[in-house]
């Protein structure tokens, strides 16, 4: 027994010396859209696959933003997903047909160089018509700092799709700084 404690208190130990603080402060809002990032899912789309869609190119109007907040590019250290949703243009369609969400940002005029910053997985299936995403952890200043990025939405269904569903998409990022 008194080993057994002996370990809980070690493991409680080094979790607590593991954890660090996020010490960055938020610096701008960089809020998509505008444009509007919109498409639709067609009626009878089938499960086994996954439905790809891609826009490009959107612009980032990240000097703008960065010009307004009155900070210098050498300030900004990360850009990060802040929050997301998916959800039907008008609100009123219930999206429990959707099993998984994964959001990837690439360069337009490298398509390859992608990488996943927000994702569901899996969606709780219960009747809904607002998919909240959680925002990934990953920096993605690489993309945002140019002038033009992409947007690629992954979506899997756990059944086919109803009917055609007009869908939009709105994130939000932040730009970190010390």
């Known amino acids: 027994m008194l080993r057994f404690g002996v370990l809980i208190s070690l493991f409680a130990g080094l979790m607590q010396l593991s954890c660090k603080n996020d010490d960055r402060q ?5 809020n998509f859209p505008p444009p509007p990032i919109e498409f639709d899912i067609l009626p009878g789309l089938n499960t ?3 439905h790809i869609y891609s826009f490009s190119p959107i612009p980032t109007r990240y000097l703008e933003k960065l010009a307004a907040s009155g900070h210098s590019a050498d300030e900004v250290i990360a850009i990060e997903a802040k929050d997301a949703a998916l959800s039907s243009l008008f609100g009123d369609e219930n999206l429990n047909f959707i099993s998984r969400v994964s959001i990837y940002i690439f360069d337009p005029f490298d398509p390859a160089n992608k990488v996943e910053f927000l994702y569901l997985d899996p969606i709780p299936y219960k009747e809904k ?8 952890i990953t920096d993605v200043s690489d ?4 002038e033009y990025i992409g947007i690629e ?3 899997n269904f756990r059944e086919i799709s109803p009917a055609l569903t007009e869908m939009k998409l709105k994130f939000d990022l932040r730009a970190l700084g010390k």
Not at 129 to 136: K, Q
Request: net charge negative.
């Open 26 to 30: 938020e610096l701008f809002e960089l």
């Open 48 to 50: 086994f696959d996954t």
């Open 129 to 136: 018509n607002t998919i909240r995403l959680f925002p990934g």
């Open 143 to 146: 993309w945002i700092k140019e």
């Open 153 to 155: 939405i992954r979506l």
